[in-house]
């Protein structure tokens, strides 16, 4: 037993230490994406304050872009005011907002307030320099909601 673990562990030493590098070697990338504005949030699990977490399939996301922010979220929480006509998601585009950026130990504080949007009063998204990031959105007529993910850039590249 001891020699298989061993002989594992030989084998999965390097493989441990080139993912490390991988990470490692994103935060160039992070970087420009962020300074840029040019970049999507992958939702990857979701955060009620209320219950349990819960994991997301592919396909939810928060595009940032210089003139834009577009949302494809889920939600799941109280609602304080139903909305006619709503799928009980976080989906919107907004062309007129306040985007800041502040630098951070391990990366940077982002905050973003839709003028244009009645649902959602502000986001406010820390992002990782190794291309992790949280989300909390905190709505005009819902609980506040929080995700999980990854950054990805939108710069004509395939991603990190």
């Not at 991988?22 to 935060?27: H, L, R, S």
């Not at 420009?32 to 304050?49: I, T, W």
């Not at 986001?123 to 989300?135: C, E, H, I, K």
Request: charged share 20%; proline share 4%.
């Amino acid at each position: 037993m001891r020699v298989i673990k061993g002989i594992l562990l030989v084998f999965m030493l390097p493989v441990f230490s080139v993912l490390s590098y991988a990470q490692k070697g994103t935060e160039p990338q992070i970087r420009q994406a962020v300074e840029s504005k040019q970049y999507v949030f992958l939702a990857e699990r979701l955060h009620p304050q209320s219950g349990m977490s819960r994991v997301l399939t592919q396909g939810y996301d928060l595009t940032i872009s210089a003139d834009k922010v577009v949302a494809y979220l889920p939600y799941y929480g109280r609602v304080y005011t139903p909305m006619l006509n709503s799928d009980g998601g976080i989906k919107f585009t907004s062309s007129d907002f306040e985007y800041s950026k502040t630098a951070v130990k391990d990366g940077w504080e982002i905050s973003i307030r839709p003028k244009d949007v009645p649902l959602v009063s502000r986001m406010q998204m820390t992002v990782f320099d190794n291309g992790t990031a949280n989300l909390y959105i905190t709505s005009n007529n819902r609980e506040s909601v929080s995700y999980s993910g990854k950054i990805k850039s939108t710069q004509g590249k395939r991603g990190f």
